[in-house]
């Protein structure tokens, strides 16, 4: 029996995907460097020229001026090599958490996308040591504060640039160790950074994309999901699923929350005999839940866009135009698509865990849950006083969902001028990302609170007989059955809620086609 192995991922002059980048972060599919001859011609043609230029002792910022507001010092040509190593020196500087080692590989991906656009003065040689970076899963531990997002993400990606040069440490094999022993073991020797080369590597927005890529998928999978715990909550609350009808939604027509609405009328089998109903109109946490996820699944097609433009675009300064033989500076380090991108995320997560929160709190009250049990809890009458079934997990759903509501404020609006004033306007696209992955994360604590609930609910119902369960709901609960069955006595609940967030970011469940 044969395995498929995955068609690698080509690096080059055809755009990547956000899936793409996912992909690599997470070692599903090999990396590979475009290699025609052609096209390794195009990316030498570029750091011949700046070679040429240097002959003729041409001024290129970075290359023979200082960086930032020292653009007006004059490096010697007998110190234009040092230049390079000298800017991932004074940059090693990065505080915080170290990214994870799916974030570093989505990192190197987005760098090494960027510069095979052509356009940024580096050689082949750079390329293929990068990919081969990705390919042996050599990581740079790179510290995740210390960006403003412009000029690129310098400090983090100076990690990147020093690694590849040997200095500074990698995670390779498990194991924390020193660039210069990893470079030694694969038989590798360091690349000392050309003119151009250390600024290319790092002024840049690789980090805040990567980041960025990763957040996209991991709320596309939670609109899913989301959907998917609020039809189990229709069938636990016993709601109106006529507040989904086709008909309805096409007098409002926007594609996403018709799309949900859509999505929920499968869930809930609705073309198929249902019990009478109880009430007209539901609370808002059901009755307008696609009109909240609609909002995000109306979102990201306008977040792809952002986020894949950046991740396609050369983005360091200066540009290398080998062609028509000039150096074009200009300002495409700055982050600002990336930053408003995860800005609006960010906003729109965090309603994603203000609508789950809302229907967790409505499952285990008995003034609104239509005749469940206190809390959800399935104990049995002669001990029913003493059990408290998701009680405290609602108190931490509130929780989570006040933190990924506090922290809506967008980073961007709070540029800062930096470095001299050179650095006066800034994206904070870095900081967003970063924001953006800690809402998601409590966001999706939320969404395993709430789907274990509405797990307990629909069990409940089923306990007692009186409801009709919907085909599509019935077999969710049959998946989830396996890992976390229901409530009877209290038990502690935490694991099940790790384990449930591992399977949500593992994507475990298949939601909608």
């Known amino acids: ?54 002959d003729k002792e041409g001024v290129i910022y970075g290359v023979t001026t200082g960086y930032g507001d020292s653009c007006v010092v004059a490096v010697p040509l007998h110190q234009v090599e040092a230049l390079p190593r000298h800017l991932y020196t004074f940059h090693g500087c990065g505080l915080g958490q170290l990214l994870d080692e799916a974030s570093t590989r989505a990192v190197l991906a987005a760098r090494l996308q960027s510069l095979c656009q052509g356009v940024s003065g580096v050689r082949v040689e750079l390329l293929e040591r990068l990919q081969a970076f990705l390919e042996y899963d050599v990581l740079p531990l790179i510290p995740e504060e210390g960006s403003v997002g412009a000029s690129g993400d310098l400090t983090p990606l100076s990690y990147v640039a020093a690694t590849l040069s040997g200095e500074r440490e990698v995670m390779f094999k498990g194991e924390r160790r020193s660039a210069a022993d990893v470079h030694k073991e694969l038989g590798w020797t360091p690349l000392t950074l050309r003119p151009k080369e250390a600024l290319a590597l790092m002024n840049g927005t690789a980090v805040m994309t990567a980041l960025a890529c990763q957040a996209y998928a991991r709320a596309d999978y939670l609109l899913r999901l989301a959907t998917r715990i609020t039809a189990l909550n229709v069938v636990a609350l016993e709601g109106n699923p006529e507040h989904f009808d086709e008909r309805l939604f096409a007098a409002k027509p926007h594609p996403g929350q018709t799309q949900v609405a859509a999505w929920l009328r499968q869930d809930l089998a609705i073309d ?80 994603v865990a203000d609508l789950l929160d809302r229907q967790l709190a409505l499952l285990v009250d008995t003034r609104y849950n239509h005749g469940l049990p206190s809390n959800l809890s399935g104990a049995p009458s002669v001990n029913a006083m003493i059990n408290h079934g998701f009680k405290a997990v609602q108190i931490g759903a509130s929780a989570w969902t006040a933190e990924a509501l506090k922290n809506t404020l967008p980073a961007s609006v709070f540029s800062r001028s930096t470095e ?92 909608y086609a």
């Open 1 to 54: 029996m044969t395995t498929h192995q995955p068609d690698p991922i080509v690096f080059g002059e055809r755009p990547l995907s956000i899936e793409q980048v996912v992909a690599l972060a997470n070692r599903s599919a090999p990396p590979r460097l475009q290699s025609d001859a052609a096209y390794r011609e195009k990316i030498a043609k570029g750091a011949r020229f700046l070679d040429s230029l240097l």
């Open 272 to 351: 198929a005999p249902t019990a009478p109903l109880h009430r007209l109109q539901d609370r808002y946490s059901l009755r307008c839940a696609p009109h909240v996820l609609g909002v995000l699944a109306d979102s990201l097609g306008l977040l792809r866009q952002f986020i894949e433009t950046e991740l396609n675009s050369a983005n360091d300064n200066p540009l290398i135009d080998a062609e028509a033989e000039r150096v074009l500076h200009g300002g495409h380090f700055y982050g600002g698509h990336i930053a408003f991108a995860m800005d609006s995320l960010k906003n729109l997560v965090g309603n």
């Open 420 to 511: 001299c004033h050179n650095q006066d306007k800034v994206s904070m696209g870095t900081i967003a990302a970063r924001d953006a992955l800690r809402s998601l994360e409590l966001t999706e604590q939320v969404a395993a609170a709430t789907l274990l609930a509405a797990n307990q609910g629909v069990w409940l119902r089923q306990r007692d007989g009186k409801v009709h369960i919907p085909a599509p709901v019935a077999a969710m609960r049959e998946t989830l059955a396996a890992d976390f069955p229901p409530v009877i006595e209290d038990r502690a609940l935490e694991a099940e809620l790790r384990l449930c967030l591992v399977r949500i970011r593992e994507q475990h469940w298949s939601l």
